[in-house]
């Protein structure tokens, strides 16, 4: 006789995922759920979720590495479980990142000697390298202004319009007034002479961009570094200067090893550089070097030994992953200097690719720089029918990931499309993306004006009424809104007179 049982809703062995009740209902989005779920059906659910997520390997907006050899992937892998806090317990991971320190600040020709130690950290990413390069010099000066018997209650930085939104959150943050260079057409970074002329007592630094975000060019950090050296002499003061090398640190070395930007320069006395950007690791790693030790303030060192010998830290967080530290160090010694200068060398080529191809439209202004973090910002020569936010949106049909974005003040008008060319942005993808940008091109020039009537008229009535007048970039959302929604009605007749 043969023995049977009719399978339980519970029996989920017995059943295909996508048959289980577990993708039938809705789960709790807000409240943890009463019941747990087999793994197979989590997993299928939050993957299938996933699969909406653009591909990052598209995703031309991002400066952050997207792939890494499997070998890495494995050590990854393999540290997941580490906390990197841990020195006592994962002295090799400390030992590694410490190697990582020392190779970095050499690259960027610290004035060590053959058996000295760098002095630097690891952070999650060049944001908190900055938060702590920025404590650092706040300290700094506000030890020297003490000592002199003067105010130190008013520290400020100079730095151009330009900057990445996180030297905006440590001014904020830790009370120190940010003094921006405004940028005019034509000219998207820091004016060195106009910022000396804003530098004061209260400066605690001048900050440079080494690879702006806007359009990937180098500031000159030289010209900063001589002009600042004179008002020093003239004033008394030793205004110093920090780098944001958050793009460029691991491109500047390797394209353009002549090029003082570095510890070379006297007044240069940190330096900040994402690893998960050009140094080829993925999201999460960052490094601060300072020159020398008194460039880092003691008090501001902690010192532990709960969790087993000494250990000096300075980081805003504290536990933290080693996985992205042990692919930094895979990265320096796997690659070396030759193969760093290989794939950034490539990067740039890809660039100038991408960038002929453009230009061979008739049809764009390219507003980055040949020489500076490879990427191709550039805008439309005539946007009064089409602008680059609708080019945009279109690319995205295809896949591509492309930013449009207006310029700071004093360049607002400005708005430009950016593609950054990472190490696995390859010459055939540079050449589709020019094929494409043609596609959408030819299709816009086929389709109505955007609409301004309405928008113009609104805004009119609002300035009749009192009402707060938009902002441009207001304006522009509204206009881009209005015209799609007029293209969408306009397929949707279509589609049904068919």
């Known amino acids: 006789m043969v023995l049977s049982k009719t399978a339980s809703q519970s029996d989920v062995s017995v059943h295909s995922t996508f048959a289980s009740r577990y993708v039938r209902h809705q789960l709790p989005r807000f409240r943890m759920p009463e019941n747990s779920i087999p793994k197979d059906a989590a997993y299928q659910i939050i993957n299938d979720e996933l699969m909406l997520d653009g591909n990052p390997r598209l995703n031309l907006a991002s400066f952050v590495t997207t792939w890494m050899e499997p070998e890495c992937n494995k050590l990854i892998m393999d540290a997941i479980n580490k906390n990197y806090v841990d020195m006592d317990e994962y002295p090799v991971t400390t030992e590694l990142q410490n190697r990582c320190v020392n190779m970095i600040a050499h690259l960027f020709n610290a004035p060590l000697g053959d058996s000295e130690t760098a002095v630097g950290v690891g952070t999650v990413g060049s944001s908190e390298a900055i938060m702590l390069a920025g404590l650092a010099f706040k300290r700094k000066w506000q030890n020297k202004r003490k000592a002199e018997g003067k105010p130190y ?12 939104v996180c030297w905006e959150k440590f001014a904020r943050y830790f009370e120190v007034e940010l003094k921006e260079v405004k940028l005019r057409e034509g000219y998207y970074v820091m004016d060195p ?46 205004t110093p200067i920090h780098v944001d090398a958050a793009s460029g640190g691991f491109i500047a070395p390797f394209l353009y090893p002549e090029l003082e930007w570095d510890f070379r320069l006297p007044l240069v006395k940190s330096i900040n550089v994402s690893g998960h950007k050009y140094g080829l ?36 967080n504290f536990s933290k992953g080693s996985s992205q530290v042990i692919a930094q160090y895979y990265q320096l010694i796997r690659l070396g200097y030759e193969g760093y200068r290989n794939i950034m060398e490539n990067c740039h080529e890809n660039a100038m690719v991408l960038k002929e191809g453009l230009e061979k439209t008739g049809r764009f202004n390219i507003v980055s720089k040949d020489e500076g973090v490879p990427l191709v910002a550039f805008s439309l020569k005539d946007n009064k029918r089409h602008d680059e936010f609708e080019i945009s949106e279109m690319l995205r049909r295809f896949g591509w990931i492309v930013p449009a ?32 940008i043609q596609k959408v091109l030819h299709e816009l020039d086929t389709l109505p004006a955007k609409v301004n009537a309405k928008p113009a008229m609104a805004e009119e009535e609002n300035s009749k009424n009192g009402t707060v007048k938009k902002t441009a970039i207001e304006t522009q959302r509204e206009i881009t809104s209005y015209w799609k929604k007029f293209v969408r009605e306009r397929k949707t007749n279509k589609n049904k007179i068919c």
């Open 153 to 164: 209650d008013k520290p400020n930085i100079v730095t151009g319009a330009n900057v990445q």
């Open 193 to 238: 002479a106009k910022a000396v002329e804003m530098v004061d007592e209260n400066t605690i630094c001048v900050a440079a961009i080494l690879g702006s975000t806007l359009n990937g060019e180098f500031e000159d950090v030289k010209l900063l570094n001589d002009l600042l050296v004179e008002k020093n002499k003239e004033t008394g003061w030793d």
């Open 281 to 316: 690791v993925y999201a999460g790693i960052g490094w601060v070097i300072w020159r020398n030790k008194e460039d880092l303030p003691e008090e501001l060192i902690f010192h532990i030994n709960y969790l087993g010998a000494d250990q000096p830290t300075f980081t805003l």
């Open 405 to 436: 974005y207006t310029m700071p003040a004093d360049a607002q008008h400005i708005t430009v499309l950016r593609v950054v060319i990472r190490e696995d942005f390859s010459r055939t993808l540079a050449e589709r993306l020019v094929i494409d």
